[in-house]
């Protein structure tokens, strides 16, 4: 075979070893941090300590009044919704195309995800938002997907024109800004995911912003325990009467996870700087190659990058499959990238088609969704690979550009049956 590519055995484009994308970044600081809060307190009651810091922290960074740290992105959405007062039959607007989560706590309320298709960046698209909306709909969640801003001003604009809330999940996208206002302020409430390799990452865990203090009240009686909200809810208010039982589910940040993630906030705006600066130059270099479209985020837009999001084409690479684009960048050293099974469309997951199987209780009337009723969403999702974008390792961004060049320039060598 005299294909020079790595998969059929030539030398790799990029030699760095894995991981090539350290994230979260813990150092020797985050160590002590964390030993020292094992050493102090491993379950402090109420909101003291790491927990205070790190949501006084947030509400800093974001500008926002309220920040409720959860144990999970899902309990922060659940949370938010369920303070919303979301129920029985109410209809919310939700992206086809994200992870499930943002939706799934939907039907623990028996409210109605309606999902409206993506625009040419994936994320919500505002004029399918607006044909979507009926007499029943009561909400608009939002995903900044993959940490690059939605159309967020409109669908702003369109919610308050509607009397509609609007939730954000920022979960791709912390310090991610819209003309320097930062994602997750714009609604009337923001759930943001803090697990696994999001831009701040606890380990596993989640917050809620806020400026609003009803909703505040009751994200706290979502999970957060008596103590807190006896001494955070007003005596006079008419949640009060709950802070004892709240609504009887647990869903609170372990305090050595806020200690992890505290440490990485004051550094998160200098890092995004560092990823922003590669991306912007790993997309100025791979835009105009066949079979790749790079993300053409508007100038106002700052994302945060928790993936750079390519979009194969592959009726320009005489229909290579993207699992075979992938597999011949990674035997090319680019071991971060990758075919995203998640996010997936949402009309794809047998959830959203027969959700009564494992919700019996769900009224009649709900939804059946069906693979190939949103094609923006399902075309993007087939085609889409992800790139783990470094903050400060210039030389592996170039090596990835290389190695896109090198198997773009041989595709023909991954199709052809070899000799
Ligand atoms: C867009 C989005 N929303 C919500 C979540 C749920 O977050 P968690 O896994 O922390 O519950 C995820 C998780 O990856 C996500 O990608």
């Known amino acids: 075979m005299s294909s020079p590519l790595a998969i059929h055995g030539g030398p790799p484009a990029v030699r760095s070893a894995a991981p090539q994308v350290t994230w979260p970044p813990l150092d020797v600081g985050r160590a002590v941090a964390v030993t020292a809060q094992l050493c102090t307190r491993v379950s402090p009651p109420g909101r003291g300590g790491v927990i205070a810091e790190l949501e006084g922290g947030l509400a800093e960074f974001f500008g926002v009044r309220h920040a409720v740290l959860t144990s999970s992105g899902t309990a922060a959405l659940h949370a938010a919704y369920s303070a919303l007062g979301l129920a029985d039959g109410d209809e919310v607007i939700v992206p086809a195309y994200t992870a499930h989560p943002t939706a799934t706590p939907l039907f623990h309320l028996r409210a109605k995800p309606v999902l409206v298709d993506c625009d040419e960046l994936g994320n919500l698209d505002p004029l399918g938002v607006e044909a979507a909306i009926t007499p029943a709909t009561r909400a608009i969640v939002v995903t900044h997907l993959w940490g690059v801003p939605a159309r967020i001003e409109a669908l702003a604009e369109i919610a308050e024109r509607h009397g509609l809330r609007l939730v954000e999940d920022g979960s791709h996208a912390h310090g991610a800004a819209v003309g320097g206002r930062r994602v997750g302020t714009f609604g009337d409430v923001a759930a943001f995911s803090a697990g696994g390799t999001k831009p701040l990452s606890a380990g596993e865990g989640g917050f809620v912003l806020t400026d609003d203090d009803d909703l505040y009240y009751g994200v706290l009686l979502h999970g957060q325990d008596g103590a807190r909200c006896r001494a955070e809810i007003p005596i006079d208010h008419p949640l009060r009467r709950y ?31 560092g990823r922003r600066q590669l991306a912007a130059r790993m997309i100025a270099e791979l835009r105009g190659l066949p079979g790749i479209s790079v993300p053409e985020v508007p100038a106002r837009s700052a994302p945060a990058w928790y993936a750079l999001a390519l979009l194969h084409r592959p009726e320009e690479l005489g229909g290579l499959p993207v699992d075979a684009l992938v597999a011949a960048l990674r035997a090319e050293g680019c071991l971060e990238v990758e075919h995203p099974r998640s996010p997936r469309p949402l009309n794809e997951h047998p959830l959203f088609d027969a959700p009564n199987r494992i919700f019996p209780n769900l009224p009649e009337g709900w939804p059946r969704y069906r693979a190939g009723q949103y094609p923006r969403a399902e075309r993007r999702h087939r085609n889409t690979l992800t790139v783990r974008v470094p903050h400060d390792d210039p030389v592996l961004a170039e090596g990835y550009v290389r190695a896109f060049r090198k198997v773009i320039a041989h595709h023909r060598a991954l199709i052809e049956p070899a000799p």
Do not use: K, N, S
């Not at 589910?249 to 890092?271: F, I, S, T, W, Y």
């Open 243 to 273: 802070a004892v039982t709240g609504t009887g589910l647990a869903q609170r940040m372990h305090p050595l996870g806020a200690a992890v993630a505290l440490g990485q906030l004051g550094e998160l705006d200098r890092r995004l700087g």
